[in-house]
Every structure is written in structure tokens, then in C-alpha cells.
């Protein structure tokens, strides 16, 4: 089985811009979760989405959304892009989000805001 | 709220020696707990859980809920064990996986 895919693996924005990012899950797998990696706060959670809902939400402002397709397959937006932005995203997948799922992650977009 | 406490950012030891990489957590109710591990350039993988009661590559981790704890220990560390150690508990008012909370990770280096 293929991994779970994340592109681009690297993006250089300007302050103000707003981007994109792309996450295809493993095959089979329902949901798929999205984390902001930075060195001084670590991972944290952004939001979680199954069968194209999303079911939970992290503390980050509304600028940071996301969807689900129906093929599982996620994106995640950022608008109006701020230097404290800058940091890896990592989405990770598992096949039904449930207690005690292995989550599967991907390789992350290292998104630097200039 | 939760949270996950790993006091240690860096931690160096010699190979043979055990090793013992803390983890404390808070959490109202029944706790979901994982160790995920970063090698060097490698995507970051679950290494084990609570539930499971399993040894992976000579890891063990037990829960102890009168402390709050969830140390990962190992009795020879290994140079191929060197890398990043998270501590995560999963899990919100509704015991559900839908987000995991990540302490801030551990630097393990395994000398010669």
C-alpha cells in the first residue's frame, strides 16, 4: 500500500497570500487528521475529518480551514498568511479515527512565510 | 483540558545502558496513551500503546494512573534507537481518537 501523500512537500509564501495543501490517505483509510509542527509549540492538532465531515477542531484561528473529499482525500487552507504561520504540516491518516487506531503520517509540507 | 508533560527535550545516554524516557499527562477521564517515534529523516510512526501492552524493538511502556505517568523504557539502548520521542494521548470527552495531544518530544542519542 502506498503511504499517506502530502504535496507540495515545500512552499515559500509572502505575508498576506494564501495556500493550499494536499493530503491523499492511505487506501481504505476515512479519516484524516491534520498537525501544525513547529520547534517552540510541537505538534498540534488542527483538525480531524471523516466521510467529508469534520468532527473535531483544534485551537486555531478561522483562518486555517479545511475539507474532505469524497475520496478521502484532504486539503487545507490558510488565508491571509502570517510569518508565525511558517511551519511543517503534517496529515495523518487512519482507517476509521476510532480509540486506539495507529495513525499513519505523511512526510508534511514544510510551508515557510516570507 | 489535556496535556502532556515530557520533561525531558534532550537526553543522551551509552549504548547498553537502559533508558527511561518520561511522560506525564493530565486528563479527566479514561486515558488513550501512544509513544510515536521520529527517526532521522523518517516520517514520524507509532511505536506503541498503552492498550496493546506490547514491546516493540524492546520498548515497553507501562500506564500508571495514580501518577500520571507513561514512561517509555528500555533496559539496552541500541544506537539505531537514537531519534525523537513523543508521548501522545488520545482522546476527548467523548474517549473518542479524533485528536491526539502531542508533548513537545524527547531527543534520545544513543553513543558508541
Known amino acids: 500500500k502506498a503511504g499517506v501523500t502530502q504535496t507540495p512537500r515545500y512552499l515559500i509564501k509572502t505575508r498576506g497570500q494564501q495556500v493550499t495543501l494536499s493530503c491523499s490517505p492511505i487506501?481504505?483509510?476515512?479519516?484524516v487528521s491534520w498537525y501544525q509542527q513547529t520547534p517552540g509549540q510541537g505538534l498540534q492538532f488542527l483538525f480531524e475529518?471523516?466521510?467529508?465531515?469534520?468532527?473535531n477542531k483544534g485551537n486555531f484561528p478561522g483562518r486555517f480551514s479545511g475539507r474532505q473529499f469524497s475520496n478521502s482525500r484532504s486539503e487545507m487552507n490558510v488565508s491571509t498568511l502570517e510569518l508565525g504561520d511558517s511551519a511543517l504540516y503534517l496529515c495523518?491518516?487512519?482507517?476509521?479515527?476510532?480509540?486506539?487506531?495507529?495513525?499513519?503520517f505523511g512526510s508534511g509540507t514544510q510551508l515557510s512565510v516570507l | 483540558a489535556q496535556r502532556v508533560t515530557q520533561p525531558e527535550k534532550l537526553l543522551s545516554v551509552f549504548k547498553g545502558a537502559p533508558v527511561e524516557l518520561k511522560c506525564n499527562y493530565s486528563?479527566?477521564?479514561?486515558?488513550?496513551l501512544f509513544w510515536y517515534v521520529q527517526y532521522s529523516r523518517q516520517r514520524l510512526q507509532l511505536l506503541l500503546r498503552?492498550?496493546s501492552r506490547e514491546s516493540i524493538k524492546g520498548f515497553t511502556a507501562d500506564l500508571n494512573k495514580g501518577e500520571t505517568s507513561f514512561h517509555l523504557k528500555k533496559p539496552f539502548a541500541q544506537e539505531e534507537d537514537s531519534a525523537m520521542y513523543y508521548c501522545?494521548?488520545?482522546?476527548?470527552?467523548?474517549?473518542?481518537?479524533?485528536?491526539?495531544?502531542f508533548g513537545k518530544g524527547t531527543l534520545l542519542t544513543v553513543n558508541p
Open positions: 501522545a494521548l488520545g482522546g476527548d470527552s467523548g474517549g473518542s481518537n479524533y485528536k491526539l495531544t
Open positions: 486528563y479527566s477521564g479514561s486515558p488513550e
Open positions: 498503552h492498550i
Open positions: 495523518a491518516s487512519s482507517s476509521q479515527g476510532a480509540e486506539y487506531e495507529k495513525l499513519f
Open positions: 475529518y471523516f466521510s467529508e465531515t469534520q468532527r
Open positions: 487506501s481504505g483509510h476515512r479519516s
